[in-house]
């Protein structure tokens, strides 16, 4: 049979035609569509019995519950964290934040898996016993070497288990270098405490019907946002007949835009149009008669008529006088009006005066202690850990002693410590919180850091602070420990929320205070004593006895004061109101403000907002994904708004890129033409600008703390950077029209 | 496109499309099979293959159509 | 045919057989090695009754594969549900008890079982709208599993990765479930019962 | 638009005037709905975010300048007049389809074939196409939910208003006899949102909120004019704001165009 | 390595080193465009510029174009066949090389610009008989096959394989009955380069390309038939004249081109009287209807000039040129206004593509523009690559033009 051409073109179609009837093209076909479906570098979530778990989120003070997927093979996870409908502040709303927060804890690259210790310069994970050895060797060698007081201790949060922790390690230690980062409750109860002998105060924002904010983003920022917003909710509850909110600050911002009306006052005036309106009350006849027979009332009211009448403070303000008399009116008239006092738009803490300003206009409408106006907290009935322990003698790094009621700077003792003065730094210790980054003293705490021998770090994030840590102990995040956190700034009602972990944690992880008490025993003597707990749940159930005991308390997930504690009661010197407080002999009044110079024409401030993170504490990958093109722009580069008509004087347009400097440094970004932004003024986000954290974090956008100036604010003693003069020109780079 | 797929309910749409389409398509395979057929009657029936025995330019020239009016030579 | 001219004599007809052989050859293939290539087997944890156990149980399937009360379905039971009667210490004497219990009841290791009826990640199957709402019988779509003495080998789809027993035992649409159990199967299976539902009741 | 008794129209009324931009629903929305994150997400037009929250300003000079947000998920749009839903008319897989029982257009990943012909019918940008494959480094994928099936690339996806808590309302209600109710089924942005801004429901059923939160007289909806006659609602008391919902001529009065299915 | 036995019978062709030399200038472009492809399938249409606003890219607009400027073949052949205009005999193997290497070429690049190129079966398996782009799909794959069955004759002419029985009857068979494909040819054309139109004239949510029509086709439908019947003969005749200036010889009678001439310049006249009344219509009626003025759809950079362009230099001047006997009688200038022809309707492609997707709907979205990256410009390039190499094997190899050997005697 010869084997020719044509017979091989007869088996090649004879083949042909016969796989084609077979099923195996279809098939094929078929299984390779649906191998698209079912990629492998596609997860397949396994799915399980659904559960629900309470939580606060301490960074937000939000009450959440978290979702969790009990699943067959890979076990508990948590997939949603929502809001907790029954949680009396929060009543169902989460923030960006908390909604992101699974993500936070879960991403390995940005959380610190295991204990770490620098060993010449190169950082290496270490079991969890070598590690505290360590700090606890460190810090005993001190403490016989009589330094014990060169050790400083940074912390956030002063009212949270942790915060109570540390005093309580710092003292039986020796050390008076104990510092938390400052917040605008410290500035608060110092106000209140000069005019009614009273710190633990609240707005009962729920029921006003006319509300005056004076410079603070009260819907962006200001107490436990979601309690805020409810209010607001409640205010705006049928669009026909609303609570009027009035915003009182230069820029239009979101609380601007949503407030019924705009006072667009000059940077750093707020306080001034509080004593004006204050001042047109009393014109008026309306002053209450707790005011009225105030201590220095008349003295209080000769100021007000001379400096502040309605035409000085219209001019000082730049607000025209009728729209000044018009809200000091409504404000007269509204049956439950409050004003409103809180931290800055840049998130400082706010100057003293304004407070007090504010609060005065409150006492001079006669709202303290009623419904819908400043009322007293009763204050969480936890109990303390342990006996009072006396303070050590040695003076604070910051100064903190010399000042009213001891306030708190990381800035002042990362500047004296820098400077040796009284002592220099031995060792420091950073719990909770990331003061290389956030906060006016990122720069200064950089250097301090190289300069000290010995600096350990408790973080849950490996973040810009913990990379220069020589000792990094891995902290647990509020899914994964136990926790607590106090009532948030400006609440009508004490509350006290308690997280519990959900979640196994990461196999070295535990709370920071797990991490305190390990470094306690090692220390032993009164440190040991200090802390008599072996584990920080323990320290929490003694703290939440006195409010029913941690089990049920950590089942509700809080415990909070029925309802506002209406009535008021001054504990003065002189045992009534105090216009003009018996500490200063006399009324409050500002300092110099902050002043643009010929070569720093303009004043920078920060742009609050919910989406680019609170403190810290670094961003999600979905709060980062949320930011639009006004605040972080295409390859990364920070947005910052302008006035069209600045910017036009100065020959800058829409995406041109600039360089903003300060005396303290100079940060690079994109500008944004904004009517909105006041003339003479630029904003820039808060929060950005991290070089730790991964791909999704890592040098995206500049650090607005890069550029910040930082003075003590005269009446508080408080670091103040609210306003900072800077210069602006164009930094090169091709502008992206 | 068959009527036992998922969600298939006839309605005039899919009969004015499913038509059309697969009208042509039989329109389409039937003249490829009918080209078929008449290859093989010619193979069979012995039709002689007409090479290039004589160089004729047009290779259209032999084949008688009757109604192919081009070959009468009108080239321009 | 009439012969015509020289071409038919060099034509010889065993040419045909050619064409013949290629076809049966490659149908061969088409129909025997594709499926013998594309679907493999894995090995089960270790062999289960279901008879032994729906002899003991008290309310048949439902005793360890139940409703949750929210509706959801446990489907294959956790290591938990096993433990309300195993222990650490085998029951009976059968060699698959003691691997079992040593490695997995005293490890407290969940049992990763190869499921003949995962469905894939796109589809959303509803047992609560089968079971509790229209009634089904488990059979009718899970066959006899529940009375097999032995683990069938769990075959799946090299390409796909998905069991064979839901996308791969036969491929004409004539025999239904528990045979094949592709869309158009579960499509077929509502529209006789005049149940007109849209992509989102059973995908996810 | 005649809706029979058994038609549901599940559909949302936003109130602009309570929302802040914070993005609590949108993340609320992407961690609900497994949605991935890409390394850079600054390219806005190629960020998958279901619901994107918009800003937008009044356009008035310094000190009276106003900004305003409009949280904007899928319109879910019923379409009117002889033309279908924008999208779902267009896709050759029948990828997409409108429920009319419940009124949710729908999304299937696993039939699109990438073809981006309903990413360009869809007037409100409600629709996103996986340009990347989403990647999940160590860690990022266990808060996975296993109700919703994660994306590959080369498909589209988009809002489904959380179709799969409908599904889990649904199997609650098979196994224990009682019909859904209101709270049954509600969204992950509604029960996000601090403010309460964004509610959800039955817009036919008079029991649920939004039946009656629609017929509010500042109630709005975008692209009236293009009468795809969509399911979620806007609510604003500034006239500003109504007017940035649809397209005007310079002169054109706001009224010409009332909302609430007045076409 | 001389091919000349592969020649048509009585022609002359380069010497294989210069045909060499161009078919390496030719797979030098494949290759950019296999590797652009690679990238686009292996790391996915990230590489491309399009995004969630520019759904369709450059890749859609070169589909339409040459899928407009392939009407050459349709049109051809049915006035060939089945209008029995004999003389077009002679340019007919040309167009219908032109109609498959077009068709097959807006086929593959569909193939990768689809999201999941492995699913593209899905329209034809799940179709949704409502979808202008399903009539598309299947249209388009139906032509393909007729083209294909019209192109394999052709073929199967090359001087050796014309020696086989069995091929060379097939071939003169299949001939025979052409005008049964001429036919079939036609009515699948006549709907495809319909509903390309009709893809954007649905779109009744985007003002600017939305248009109102009859039954089920907008009135895009008919645009796109008429531009596409106006423009497809003159790219045809265009290339025909190209490759005589490349190779140097007279292909067809000036006769034909003259009368391809003709009939595209009356169908533009036919077709630009519509567009600018559909254009009025539209500007002025429909837009203000939707509250939107012209102005907001001509942002920078995608200004006024593109209706000039399009209407203006690509519709009335070649339209003018076409119907004036004077120029149908040169040659030079009657190559630039089929040119101008085809740089028309590739306009009218490109602005209900590219600035449809651009015009912002929504009063606070913003106007993008939209640029190709690299990547995409190489699976264009790739297709005319596609399109020379084959244009020239067939040239090389096949008797594609009946009447060259009469028009160039051989001195020998």
Redesign the interface.
């Known amino acids: ?1 010869n084997w020719d051409r ?2 091989f073109v ?15 093209v ?3 076909m078929d ?2 569509a ?2 698209t ?2 990629w ?1 570098w596609v997860p ?1 979530p396994e ?1 399980g ?2 559960a629900f778990a309470k939580s606060i989120n301490p960074a937000t003070q939000t009450g959440v519950k978290a979702r969790l997927v009990k699943a ?2 890979s076990g508990q996870r948590v997939i949603r964290v929502e809001g907790d409908p029954e949680h009396p502040l929060s009543q169902g709303g989460v923030l960006a934040a908390d909604a992101a927060a699974p993500q936070q804890s879960y991403y390995q690259a940005m959380r610190v898996d295991a204990p770490m210790v620098r060993k010449e310069g190169v950082r290496g994970r270490v079991a969890a016993e070598e590690a505290v050895q360590k700090v606890a060797a460190k810090l005993k060698a001190l403490a016989q070497a009589g330094k014990a007081s060169q050790v400083a201790i940074i912390a956030d949060d002063p009212f949270s288990v942790t915060g109570e922790m540390l005093m309580r390690l710092a003292a039986a230690y020796g050390t008076p270098n104990l510092v938390f980062m400052p917040s605008a409750k410290q500035t608060l109860a110092l106000a209140g405490g000069l005019m009614f002998g009273q710190g633990d105060i609240g707005f009962d924002l729920a029921n006003a019907t006319y509300t005056v904010s004076f410079g603070t983003p009260l819907l962006e920022g200001f107490g436990a946002p979601v309690a805020v917003r409810k209010a607001f909710a409640a205010w705006r509850k049928d669009p026909m007949h609303r609570a009027t909110l009035v915003q009182v600050e230069p820029r239009s911002s979101v609380t601007a835009s949503q407030a019924d009306l705009w006072l667009a006052c000059k940077p750093g005036t707020e306080g001034v149009l509080a004593y004006a309106m204050a001042n047109l009350m009393i014109q008026a006849g309306k002053v209450d008669s707790a005011a009225a027979n105030a201590a220095g009332f008349e003295q209080f009211k000769a100021l007000l008529a001379g400096e502040y009448s309605l035409e000085k403070a219209s001019q000082a303000s730049g607000v025209p006088a009728d729209k000044i008399k018009a809200v000091a009116e409504g404000f007269m008239k509204a049956p439950k009006a409050v004003a409103v006092c809180g931290p800055g738009n840049s998130g400082d803490p706010g100057r003293l005066f304004d407070f007090m300003a504010v609060l005065a206009l409150n006492a001079v409408k006669g709202n303290l202690g009623k419904p819908g106006g400043l009322v007293l907290r009763q204050g969480v009935a936890w109990k303390a850990l342990g006996g009072p322990l006396d303070l050590p003698g040695a003076p604070r790094l910051d100064g903190g002693g010399k000042r009213i009621m001891g306030s708190y700077s990381a800035y002042d003792l990362a500047a004296a410590a820098l400077k040796g003065q009284p002592y220099p730094l031995e060792a420091l210790i950073v719990v909770g919180c990331n003061p290389a980054f956030a906060g006016p003293q990122a720069k200064v705490m950089r250097q301090l850091i190289d300069n000290t021998p010995f600096v350990a770090c408790v973080s849950e994030f490996m973040d810009e602070t913990a990379e220069l840590a020589d000792v990094v102990l891995p902290k647990a995040s509020f899914l994964e420990c136990w926790g607590d956190c106090a009532t948030p700034y400006g609440a009508a009602q004490s509350f006290y929320g308690v997280h519990q972990p959900l979640v196994s944690a990461l196999p070295q992880t535990k709370s920071a205070g797990d991490w305190l008490l390990a470094v306690a025993k090692l220390l032993g003597g009164k440190a040991a004593e200090a802390l008599p707990f072996a584990e920080a749940k323990e320290a929490l159930a003694a703290r939440a006895e006195g409010l029913g005991g941690l089990e049920d308390l950590a089942a509700k997930g809080y415990w909070m004061q029925e309802k506002p504690a209406y009535g008021f009661s001054f504990k003065t010197p002189s045992g009534r109101l105090e216009l003009a407080p018996s500490a200063l002999g006399k009324p409050a009044a500002p300092a110099a403000g902050v002043a643009p110079s010929k070569e720093r024409p303009l004043l920078m401030a920060g742009i609050p907002s919910l989406r680019t993170g609170a403190g810290g504490a670094p961003m999600s990958p979905y709060q980062v994904k949320i930011l639009d093109e006004i605040t972080l722009a295409h390859k990364d580069q920070l947005v910052v708004e302008i006035n069209p008509q600045t910017a036009h004087a100065m020959h800058l347009g829409e995406g041109d890129m600039v360089e903003i400097a300060s005396a303290a440094g100079k940060i690079n970004a994109r500008l944004h033409l904004y009517h909105g932004a006041a003339p003479g003024m630029v904003f820039v986000p808060v929060g950005l600008g991290h070089t730790a954290f991964g791909m999704y974090l890592k040098n995206k956008g500049a650090n607005f703390f890069e550029a910040v100036e930082v003075a003590a604010d005269p009446g508080s003693g408080l670091p103040q950077w609210a306003l900072t003069p800077v210069s602006i020109a164009k930094a090169g780079g091709v502008s992206h029209v | 496109m068959l009527p ?4 298939w309910q006839w309605d005039i749409g899919h009969g004015v499309f499913m038509g059309l389409f697969y009208l042509a398509l039989t329109i389409v395979s039937l003249g490829v099979v009918a080209a078929l057929a008449m290859t093989f009657y010619d ?4 039709k ?1 293959v007409h090479e290039e025995g004589h160089g004729h330019e047009d290779p259209w020239a032999d084949y008688s159509y009757a109604h192919d009016k081009a070959d009468r030579g009108e080239y321009a | ?1 009439a012969t ?2 020289k ?2 004599d060099n034509r010889s007809p ?3 057989w ?14 025997w090695a ?1 499926p013998a290539i ?1 679907y493999a087997e894995k090995p089960q944890p270790f062999q289960f009754s279901h008879k032994l156990h729906m002899e003991q149980v008290g309310e048949g399937c439902q005793s360890c594969h139940a ?6 379905y ?3 039971p ?2 938990e549900k096993c433990k309300e009667c195993h222990g650490e210490e085998p029951m009976g004497e059968t060699p698959e008890e003691k691997v079992f219990s040593k490695d997995y009841v005293a490890k407290n290791k ?1 049992i ?1 079982w190869q499921v003949y009826s995962k469905q ?3 589809v ?1 199957f ?1 047992h ?2 089968h079971v ?2 229209a009634g089904l019988e488990c059979a009718s779509c899970h066959g006899d599993h529940g009375d097999t003495e032995k683990l069938r080998t769990y075959e799946y ?1 090299r ?4 069991s064979r027993d839901i ?1 791969g035992w036969s ?1 004409i ?1 004539l025999d239904g479930p528990p045979k094949r159990m592709k ?2 199967d579960c ?2 299976c509502h529209r006789d019962n005049g149940v007109r539902d ?4 059973c ?2 | 638009m005649s809706s029979s008794a058994s038609e549901m129209r599940f559909g949302m009324v936003i109130d602009v005037d309570k929302c802040t931009g914070c993005g609590a629903c949108s993340v609320a929305c992407m961690s609900e709905n497994n949605v991935g994150v890409l390394p850079d997400e600054t390219d806005k037009i190629r960020s998958i975010t279901w619901l994107r929250v918009y800003q937008i300003d009044n356009g008035q000079p310094y000190p009276n300048t106003q900004i305003a947000f409009f949280p904007r998920p899928c319109q879910h749009c019923a379409g009117s007049q002889g033309h279908h839903t924008p999208c779902v008319s267009v896709c050759p897989a029948t990828a ?2 409108r ?4 009124g ?1 257009v ?1 999304q ?3 039939r699109c074939i990438g073809c981006r012909y309903c990413v360009a019918a869809c007037p409100y940008h409600a629709r996103y196409f996986n340009w990347y494959d989403v990647p999940w480094p160590e860690g990022m994928d266990k808060p996975l939910s296993p ?4 994306r590959m690339r080369g498909v589209v996806e988009k809002c ?1 208003f959380c ?2 808590r ?3 309302a ?7 006899g009682e019909a859904m109710g209101e709270m049954d089924y509600q969204t992950a942005c509604t029960e996000a949102c601090p403010s309460g801004a964004i509610t959800f429901g039955d817009l036919n059923n008079p029991e649920h909120k939004v039946h009656e939160l629609k017929k509010s007289p500042y109630a709005f909806r975008l692209l009236e004019r293009l009468h795809t006659d969509t399911a979620v609602y806007y609510v604003s008391a500034r006239e500003w704001v109504r007017r940035q919902a649809d397209n005007y001529l310079s002169g054109e009065k706001l009224a010409k165009v009332q909302a609430g299915g007045g076409h | 390595m001389d091919d000349s036995k592969f020649w048509p019978k009585g022609t002359t062709r380069c010497k294989p080193v210069h045909f060499g030399l161009w078919m390496l200038f030719c797979l030098a472009l494949a290759g950019w465009a296999l590797v652009s492809a690679f990238l686009c399938l292996y790391k996915g249409l990230n590489q491309t510029n399009m995004n969630d606003y520019f759904a369709f890219g450059v890749w859609i607009v070169v589909d339409l174009a040459i899928i407009a400027l392939g009407a050459g073949a349709f049109f051809t052949g049915f006035m060939n066949y089945v209008l029995r205009r004999e003389e077009l005999k002679n340019i007919i193997n040309a167009a219908v090389i032109i109609g498959f290497i077009c068709y097959s070429g807006a086929i593959m690049m569909l193939g990768i610009d689809i999201g999941q190129p492995i699913r593209g079966w899905f329209g034809f398996w799940h179709a949704n008989v409502h979808s202008m782009l399903t009539e598309v799909m299947f249209c388009i794959t139906t032509y393909l096959i007729v083209l294909i069955v019209e192109f394999v004759p052709l073929i199967l002419e090359n001087r050796q394989i014309n020696k086989v ?1 069995d091929l060379h009857f097939f071939a003169h068979n299949l001939h025979t009955i052409m005008i049964v494909f001429a036919a079939t040819g036609t009515f699948l054309s006549f709907f495809h380069q319909g509903s390309l139109g009709g893809m954007y004239g649905v779109l009744y949510a985007r003002p600017f390309a939305a248009r109102g029509g009859v039954l089920i086709w907008p009135w895009t439908f008919f645009l796109f038939i008429l531009s596409a019947i106006a423009a497809g003969p003159s790219f045809t005749t265009s290339i025909v004249m190209i490759t005589e200036i490349v190779t140097g010889k007279k292909l067809t009678t000036h006769k034909v081109k003259m009368l391809m001439a003709k009939v595209s310049g009356s169908l533009l006249l036919f077709y630009l009287v519509l567009k600018i009344a559909d254009t009025l219509y539209w500007a002025f009626v429909q837009t203000p209807a939707m509250g939107l003025s012209p102005s907001v759809y001509y942002q920078a950079p995608y200004g006024t000039w593109l209706l000039i362009a399009e209407l203006g230099i690509g519709g009335v001047l070649p339209c003018i040129l076409l119907l004036s006997p004077q120029v149908r009688e040169s040659y030079w200038i009657l190559l630039l206004a089929m040119l101008l022809n085809c740089f028309g309707v590739t306009m009218n492609r490109f602005v209900m593509t590219i600035q449809s997707l651009a015009v912002p709907v929504l009063p606070f979205e913003k106007f993008y523009a939209y640029l190709p990256t690299w990547q995409e410009w190489g699976i264009s390039a790739g297709v005319i690559a596609y399109g020379f190499i084959i244009f020239s094997l067939a040239y090389r190899y096949l008797p594609v033009f009946p009447q060259e050997t009469k028009l160039n005697p051989t001195t020998d």
């Open positions: 049979m044509r017979a007869k088996f090649a179609v004879g083949a042909v035609v016969g796989l084609n009837a077979s099923p195996l279809p098939k094929l299984d390779v649906i191998w479906q079912n492998s397949d799915t019995a659904v067959r093979l | 036992f797929v998922f969600e193979l069979y029936s012995g002689e | 045919m015509h001219g071409k038919q065993a040419d045909w050619l064409f013949v052989l290629g076809f049966v050859l490659f149908a061969a293939v088409g129909f594709t594309l409703f949750r009360e929210d509706g959801s446990t489907g294959i956790s290591l969940p990763p894939p990640p796109c959303f509803s609560a709208a509790a709402n789809n390409l796909t990765g998905y996308w491929l649409p869309m158009d499509a077929k849209a992509c989102f009741v995908h996810k | 997409t389809d429920d009319p029982k419940t949710i729908s299937i990943p696993t109700f919703v099936a994660p489904t179709f799969h409908y599904q889990r649904q199997n609650k209600a098979f196994t224990s | 029985p």
